[in-house]
């Protein structure tokens, strides 16, 4: 069993930016691929970006590519989000998940206001 903690949220204007940090319990962190997922109120939850094993290859969905970027590193059990240009609509809770394990964290509320 992986445990996830996120953290990093809060609130920011439009246009600001903010990283957000995942640890994850366990040794074996390093063989597992890695998403970013957001819930947004009243509105079902959304795969945001995926990482490899290694960190080579990452995907995002069509709303954030070019402005989010997710990175790991296996050394630290640590994933991260970064996020650019940040956007109203970009406001939900946020949360991090081993792909192929169906486990939650607590995640984090990452509010975009001015």
């Known amino acids: 069993q992986v445990q996830l903690v996120e953290s990093g949220g809060g609130l920011v204007q439009p246009g600001g930016s903010l990283r957000l940090s995942c640890a994850a319990s366990?040794?074996?962190?390093?063989?597992?691929?890695m998403g970013w997922y957001r819930q947004a109120p009243g509105k079902q939850r959304e795969l945001v970006a995926t990482?490899?094993?290694?960190?080579?290859?990452?995907n995002y969905a069509d709303s954030v590519k070019g402005r989010f970027t997710i990175s790991r590193d296996n050394a630290k059990n640590t994933v991260y989000l970064q996020m650019n240009s940040l956007k109203p609509e970009d406001t939900a809770v946020y949360y991090c998940?081993?792909?192929?394990?169906?486990?939650w964290g607590q995640g984090t509320q990452v509010t975009v206001s001015s």
């Open positions: 366990g040794s074996i962190f390093s063989t597992y691929a």
């Open positions: 990482i490899s094993t290694s960190g080579s290859t990452t």
């Open positions: 998940k081993v792909l192929t394990i169906a486990s």
